[in-house]
């Protein structure tokens, strides 16, 4: 039994559940929804959530970059021999299991797949059968890599090799075909997001527990945006949850839409989130410091919407706006 290393399930996670880590500069007109649909076919159902980024892109904007762990990123790219402006897009999938879970990132680029693989194998990397097809195993960490095509690859853990093998095969055994990401997709599968973050709730799992997902404390301080974490905070528990941040000049538009367990418990956070922002909750009363003035500014830019069970929110986050530390 191959196990990947912890350190490496490690970081794929943390770029797995990055979940409102984000964004970029506007698009070239060569970019398309389509691409990215794709590459989301390709992640299995099992995945609690998925960081799809447009990396031609967001490569170019240092900050952009940071957010999304673009470094840690680029040192994944070296160690299979492929430079960083040869990937036009990838997305990473997590379902937030130890070192056995189904842990991955899918890449799309200008690259050669054969050559990847042949200076894999000049240096160590094992070809082994994983259900009839051709799979590529690290002897120092039991990394997987496999080829789609000539121009895509994924690297992951052997679980998640497999489970990407199977949603290529059956559409319901893949993400897409989570019902959280049914409702969530008709908001953003006509924006051209270079960074998009969705994570939803395995569909069996709410089968099973007949309760929604919570959208934890734990994965909004990942972020590293005080205003936001804090009124994502505010939705708490969801099915499913969708973010996306452009750029503007100094500023990220943020969209976020989250699906609710019912129509009631949409109404409950609307109303909350809207109490909120005319309060002016998130920043301490006749406080002068620039964080507590930019969430100021922030909630002030707020909007809300519902419609049935869906809660959504536009704001404007200030260029700097992470919080210290992040």
């Given at each position: 039994?191959?196990?990947?290393?912890?350190?490496?399930?490690?970081?794929?996670?943390?770029?797995?559940?990055?979940?409102?880590?984000?964004?970029?500069?506007?698009?070239?007109?060569?970019?398309?929804?389509?691409?990215?649909?794709?590459?989301?076919?390709?992640?299995?159902?099992?995945?609690?959530?998925?960081?799809?980024?447009?990396?031609?892109?967001?490569?170019?904007?240092?900050?952009?970059?940071?957010?999304?762990?673009?470094?840690?990123?680029?040192?994944?790219?070296?160690?299979?021999?492929?430079?960083?402006?040869?990937?036009?897009?990838?997305?990473?999938?997590?379902?937030?299991?130890?070192?056995?879970?189904?842990?991955?990132?899918?890449?799309?680029?200008?690259?050669?797949?054969?050559?990847?693989?042949?200076?894999?194998?000049?240096?160590?990397?094992?070809?082994?059968?994983?259900?009839?097809?051709?799979?590529?195993?690290?002897?120092?960490?039991?990394?997987?890599?496999?080829?789609?095509?000539?121009?895509?690859?994924?690297?992951?853990?052997?679980?998640?090799?497999?489970?990407?093998?199977?949603?290529?095969?059956?559409?319901?055994?893949?993400?897409?075909?989570?019902?959280?990401?049914?409702?969530?997709?008709?908001?953003?599968?006509?924006?051209?997001?270079?960074?998009?973050?969705?994570?939803?709730?395995?569909?069996?799992?709410?089968?099973?527990?007949?309760?929604?997902?919570?959208?934890?404390?734990?994965?909004?301080?990942?972020?590293?945006?005080?205003?936001?974490?804090?009124?994502?905070?505010?939705?708490?528990?969801?099915?499913?949850?969708?973010?996306?941040?452009?750029?503007?000049?100094?500023?990220?538009?943020?969209?976020?839409?989250?699906?609710?367990?019912?129509?009631?418990?949409?109404?409950?956070?609307?109303?909350?989130?809207?109490?909120?922002?005319?309060?002016?909750?998130?920043?301490?009363?006749?406080?002068?410091?620039?964080?507590?003035?930019?969430?100021?500014?922030?909630?002030?830019s707020l909007s809300i919407e519902r419609s049935?069970?869906?809660?959504?929110?536009?704001?404007?986050?200030?260029?700097?706006?992470?919080?210290?530390?992040?």
């Amino acid at each position: 039994m191959i196990s990947a290393s912890p350190s490496r399930v490690k970081l794929l996670n943390r770029l797995a559940i990055f979940v409102c880590c984000a964004l970029m500069l506007q698009l070239s007109a060569c970019t398309r929804s389509s691409d990215r649909s794709a590459l989301l076919t390709y992640v299995p159902a099992s995945s609690f959530a998925v960081l799809a980024v447009k990396w031609h892109s967001v490569m170019k904007d240092q900050e952009l970059k940071r957010m999304v762990k673009g470094n840690e990123i680029e040192k994944l790219f070296e160690e299979i021999g492929v430079t960083s402006d040869e990937v036009t897009e990838f997305v990473v999938f997590g379902d937030l299991q130890s070192s056995a879970g189904s842990t991955g990132l899918i890449a799309k680029g200008s690259f050669n797949s054969k050559d990847i693989v042949n200076s894999l194998k000049k240096r160590g990397w094992e070809e082994q059968d994983l259900e009839g097809k051709r799979i590529y195993v690290n002897p120092r960490d039991g990394s997987c890599l496999t080829t789609f095509d000539a121009k895509s690859f994924m690297l992951g853990t052997q679980s998640g090799v497999r489970a990407t093998f199977a949603a290529r095969a059956e559409p319901k055994l893949g993400f897409i075909s989570n019902p959280a990401y049914k409702t969530l997709s008709v908001r953003f599968e006509r924006k051209q997001y270079p960074i998009l973050m969705i994570a939803a709730l395995p569909q069996a799992s709410q089968d099973m527990a007949s309760a929604a997902l919570k959208i934890s404390s734990t994965v909004m301080d990942l972020a590293g945006w005080g205003p936001l974490g804090e009124l994502l905070n505010k939705i708490g528990y969801a099915k499913g949850l969708s973010c996306g941040i452009s750029r503007a000049n100094d500023s990220f538009p943020v969209e976020v839409s989250a699906v609710m367990k019912d129509e009631d418990s949409a109404k409950f956070v609307a109303g909350a989130l809207g109490l909120l922002k005319s309060l002016g909750g998130l920043a301490p009363p006749n406080s002068n410091s620039r964080r507590d003035i930019e969430a100021a500014r922030t909630l002030k830019s707020l909007s809300i919407e519902r419609s049935g069970e869906v809660v959504s929110m536009r704001m404007l986050m200030p260029k700097g706006g992470r919080s210290q530390g992040s």
